[in-house]
């Protein structure tokens, strides 16, 4: 199994970005992914997900401004960010698990496959 996280990169505060994360060697219809993020001194923690039914969830500080979505017929999740601001700057990584149950998805923990992370920094 392998995922590879793109689409990072330098940008205004206002800005948008669209990531890519991509996946081989699993059936990726019946995964949920999620999105993760890292700061320099920070804990990973949660940015959204989308479950293998469609269905997807939000962390509370980006909710009005990212969406998450998948094509299953290319194998990828996307997430699009909207109104970035300097506290979105982070690595962001993407994760996939089969079994990972409703009450786990904010959990890096609970998530089997890991991309190798893209970097998103916004500027003020």
């Known amino acids: 199994v392998q995922l590879q996280a793109f689409g990072g990169g330098l940008v205004q505060a206002g800005g948008s970005l669209r990531l890519s994360c991509a996946a081989s060697g699993l059936t990726f219809s019946r995964y949920t992914v999620g999105w993760f993020r890292q700061a320099p001194g920070k804990e990973r923690e949660f940015v959204a997900c989308?479950?293998?039914?469609?269905?997807?969830y939000y962390a509370d500080s980006v909710k009005d401004r990212v969406t998450i979505s998948r094509d299953n017929t290319k194998n990828t999740v996307y997430l699009q960010m909207n109104n970035l601001k300097p506290e979105d700057t982070a690595l962001y990584y993407c994760a996939a698990d089969q079994q990972i149950i409703l009450s786990s998805i904010r959990a890096s923990e609970q998530y089997d496959y890991w991309g190798q992370g893209t970097q998103v920094t916004v500027s003020s």
């Open positions: 989308i479950r293998y039914n469609g269905y997807t």
